[in-house]
């Protein structure tokens, strides 16, 4: 795993082997590995990797940590995409008044 992970970090240093190296660490089984891909995502995140992102910021069983990440990514791209995303993730429907609501809490928020 560390090697593999060491291996990574050098692509996304390299610039033509950047978004593959960026795509492949989203699409990663290990926590540590979508980390990695999504920390360098909010430097610069290339158009093909904005499905992946959304799909992380929007999946609830995402660990809360990536998924903060991944909405992190998706306000710094500036992508008409990426902000319908943002939207929908914040997006409660309507009251019954007919109201625009929030989003609910996600269960691992806490008031302090």
Known sequence: MRVRREAVK???KIPA?????LLGGLQDADARMVRLA???ALEQCPPA???L???LAQDHATASELRVLAI?????TGNTTA??????IVDGGTSWLGRARLAARSSKCSRH
């Open 10 to 12: 050098l692509a996304l």
């Open 17 to 21: 082997e950047r978004e593959r190296a």
């Open 38 to 40: 999504l920390t360098a």
């Open 49 to 51: 990797a904005l499905p």
């Open 53 to 55: 992102v959304t799909k």
């Open 72 to 76: 992190k990514v998706l306000g710094r």
């Open 83 to 88: 902000l319908e995303a943002l939207l929908q």
